[in-house]
Nanobody, 123 residues
Framework: QVSLVESGGGLVQAGESLRLSCTAS????????MAWFRQAPGKERELVAA????????HYADSVKGRFTISKDGPKTTVYLQMNSLKSEDTAVYYC????????????????WGQGTQVTVSS
């Protein structure tokens, strides 16, 4: 539905911060709810944070509440994930996702996925 490209991943020390960004690679006049998922080795893909098209509703996994903040540039298809106080358990490939319906994201079946960016947190 829309092509997404993530950036900002890397290797950081526990307790430090990192910001991921994701943007649509194609021009569109549509607005999307967007989200960040992550998948660590041996684990299922997990919804980390999600936001509606205008930011009225947000969702965070319990494991990141108070540490991560999702935001987007108004209704445009650019989304960020500010990750503070990173822990080794946050190590995973992080995937950007988008869908015109927020509920599709919370159900784990968004229509669009990015390729993923690796985040590694050293202890």
């Amino acid at each position: 539905q829309v092509s997404l490209v993530e950036s900002g991943g890397g290797l950081v020390q526990a307790g430090e911060s990192l910001r991921l960004s994701c943007t649509a690679s194609e021009r569109t006049d549509k607005t999307y709810a967007m989200a960040w998922f992550r998948q660590a080795p041996g684990k299922e893909r997990e919804l980390v944070a999600a936001i509606t098209a205008i930011g009225a509703i947000t969702h965070y996994a319990d494991s990141v509440k108070g540490r991560f903040t999702i935001s987007k540039d108004g209704p445009k298809t650019t989304v960020y994930l500010q990750m503070n106080s990173l822990k080794s358990e946050d190590t995973a490939v992080y995937y950007c996702a988008a869908d015109m319906q927020f509920v599709m994201i919370t159900r784990g079946i968004p229509s669009s996925w990015g390729q993923g960016t690796q985040v590694t947190v050293s202890s």
